[in-house]
């Protein structure tokens, strides 16, 4: 193997090992900076060794040994700096003397999963949402701070002060690299799912830019959700999340054209959905639903997505029951967008006539002045109405308010066909 390739190597394996491996030394050394400094160094340590001497039979636990061997290295300077890691707590203190092999082995034997401490950790409801998700894609889904930063089309230099920021809050506020129990779990766990939703949505309809998709970060967030869901296969929204998720990949290969336009639902090409993914959706959505979760909000939402997969044609569609699902999800999750969507279910079941009342009580909803999609709704129903005139005021208006290049196309195009009308 040439050195080429064993850089490919490391860079694969360092994609897959580097979450795992930052959540043990984390807890090891209880400071995210510095287990991931330490795991960086482990990561030195190997494009170094392995050029020369080949990669091990099991790189993760050549890594994790390795990590583990700093941080002890760590632990041991700081003592003898007189810089005591207090968190560590005095029961360290006469194992420091021993070997390193005994000393792991004590820091070692702790209770929970590393991966579930750092999930929870780096989605703490004391960071801003756009801190937790930045800090979650870079310890967890390994992403460099220039990939985030195109991502999200931001600066990569927004994309390192919004991490180093959450680091440091996470320090100020002395949140324990723990997983909380009772109702605090809940209310921590309904932020992680928070996160991986939206880092999927981010890569299923991109909120800028010149591509529609960003497919990548719905890989992401569906990688991260399954190893939630084996980390916690007793919570039924986590299954539910999962679920949706996995359903709404399925159409990925299916949303846009050779040229990358978009293709809408109903008129995607069905046999291009991904029917892998749809079947594992469906069981994750079944096993929710036997966890007692049917009317959790991402496990409604699933099923919803899920009316769509079982439907072989458009015509097909059980329109009346996704309308129902929507009902049931407004009483659960009250939002103007998700009763927008239920607007657009009913308006299939039963009309646009039944649906234009629902919509038109949403024109003038603040939290909804600049989202785009309810003036692009609102024009959809004008012109099945045969108010052409009113449809191509609305679309242009959509329009105008997108910052996506692809869907301001398509929205353009919409408002030229009502004038065609």
Same mark, same amino acid.
């Given at each position: 193997? %040439?050195?080429?390739?064993?850089?490919?190597?490391?860079?694969?394996?360092?994609?897959?090992?580097?979450?795992?491996?930052?959540?043990?030394?984390?807890?090891?050394?209880?400071?995210?900076?510095?287990?991931?400094?330490?795991?960086?160094?482990?990561?030195?340590?190997?494009?170094?060794?392995?050029?020369?001497?080949?990669?091990?039979?099991?790189?993760?636990?050549?890594?994790?040994? %390795?990590?583990?061997?700093?941080?002890?290295?760590?632990?041991?300077?700081?003592?003898?700096?007189?810089?005591?890691?207090?968190?560590?707590?005095? $029961?360290?203190?006469?194992?420091l003397e021993a070997d390193d092999d005994r000393l792991i082995d004590a820091l070692d034997d702790d209770i929970g999963d590393d991966m579930l401490r750092l999930?929870?950790?780096?989605?703490?409801?004391?960071?801003?949402?756009?801190?937790?998700?930045?800090?979650?894609?870079?310890?967890?889904?390994?992403?460099?701070?220039?990939?985030?930063?195109?991502? @999200?089309?931001?600066?990569?230099?927004?994309?390192?002060?919004?991490?180093?920021?959450?680091?440091?809050?996470?320090?100020?506020?002395?949140? %324990?690299? $723990?997983?909380?129990?009772?109702?605090?779990?809940?209310?921590?766990?309904?932020?992680?799912?928070?996160?991986?939703?939206?880092?999927f949505n981010e890569g299923y309809a991109a909120t800028a830019g010149s591509d529609w998709m960003r497919p990548a970060l719905c890989e992401e967030a569906q990688?991260?959700?399954?190893?939630?869901?084996?980390?916690?296969?007793?919570?039924?929204?986590?299954?539910?999340?999962?679920?949706?998720?996995?359903?709404?990949?399925?159409?990925?290969?299916?949303?846009?054209?050779?040229?990358?336009?978009?293709?809408?639902?109903?008129?995607?090409?069905?046999?291009?959905? $991904?029917?892998?993914?749809?079947?594992?959706?469906?069981?994750?959505?079944?096993?929710?639903?036997?966890?007692?979760?049917?009317?959790?909000?991402?496990?409604l939402q699933a099923a919803i997505a899920a009316c769509h997969a079982r439907a072989a044609r458009p015509d097909d569609t059980d329109w009346p029951r996704i309308?129902?699902?929507?009902?049931?999800?407004?009483?659960?999750?009250?939002?103007?967008?998700?009763?927008?969507?239920?607007?657009?279910?009913?308006?299939?079941?039963?009309?646009?006539?039944?649906?234009?009342?629902?919509?038109?009580?949403?024109?003038?909803?603040?939290?909804?002045?600049?989202?785009?999609?309810?003036?692009?709704?609102?024009? $959809?129903?004008? @012109?099945?109405?045969?108010?052409?005139?009113?449809?191509?005021?609305?679309?242009?208006?959509?329009?105008?308010?997108?910052?996506?290049?692809?869907?301001?196309?398509?929205?353009?195009?919409?408002?030229?066909?009502?004038?065609?009308?």
């Amino acid at each position: 193997m %040439t050195t080429h390739d064993t850089h490919r190597a490391i860079d694969a394996i360092w994609k897959i090992e580097s979450p795992r491996l930052i959540a043990t030394v984390a807890r090891m050394v209880r400071d995210l900076d510095l287990a991931e400094e330490l795991a960086q160094d482990a990561l030195v340590t190997a494009l170094e060794q392995w050029p020369r001497d080949g990669v091990p039979r099991n790189p993760g636990a050549w890594l994790t040994q %390795t990590a583990k061997h700093r941080a002890v290295d760590r632990i041991r300077r700081e003592r003898m700096a007189g810089r005591k890691l207090e968190a560590l707590g005095k $029961d360290m203190e006469g194992l420091l003397e021993a070997d390193d092999d005994r000393l792991i082995d004590a820091l070692d034997d702790d209770i929970g999963d590393d991966m579930l401490r750092l999930i929870f950790t780096a989605c703490h409801p004391v960071l801003s949402v756009e801190a937790r998700v930045a800090l979650t894609l870079r310890l967890l889904g390994g992403l460099t701070t220039d990939e985030i930063a195109r991502a @999200f089309l931001v600066s990569e230099a927004t994309v390192a002060q919004r991490i180093v920021r959450a680091k440091r809050s996470l320090a100020d506020e002395a949140v %324990t690299y $723990d997983v909380p129990r009772g109702d605090a779990l809940k209310e921590r766990l309904a932020s992680v799912l928070r996160v991986l939703y939206l880092i999927f949505n981010e890569g299923y309809a991109a909120t800028a830019g010149s591509d529609w998709m960003r497919p990548a970060l719905c890989e992401e967030a569906q990688r991260l959700g399954r190893v939630l869901a084996e980390l916690m296969p007793g919570e039924a929204e986590v299954h539910g999340l999962v679920a949706l998720m996995e359903i709404q990949a399925s159409r990925l290969g299916a949303r846009t054209a050779a040229d990358g336009a978009p293709i809408l639902l109903l008129d995607q090409d069905r046999a291009r959905w $991904d029917r892998l993914l749809i079947g594992r959706g469906i069981k994750a959505l079944e096993r929710a639903e036997r966890l007692g979760g049917a009317r959790g909000p991402y496990t409604l939402q699933a099923a919803i997505a899920a009316c769509h997969a079982r439907a072989a044609r458009p015509d097909d569609t059980d329109w009346p029951r996704i309308a129902d699902l929507y009902a049931a999800l407004v009483e659960v999750l009250p939002s103007p967008v998700v009763e927008l969507n239920r607007a657009v279910a009913v308006s299939m079941a039963e009309g646009p006539d039944a649906a234009l009342p629902i919509v038109e009580a949403l024109l003038d909803e603040p939290s909804l002045k600049d989202y785009h999609l309810l003036p692009s709704v609102h024009g $959809d129903l004008l @012109f099945r109405l045969g108010r052409a005139a009113d449809a191509r005021l609305a679309f242009t208006r959509a329009a105008g308010m997108t910052r996506n290049e692809r869907e301001r196309s398509l929205l353009k195009a919409r408002a030229e066909a009502c004038g065609a009308r």
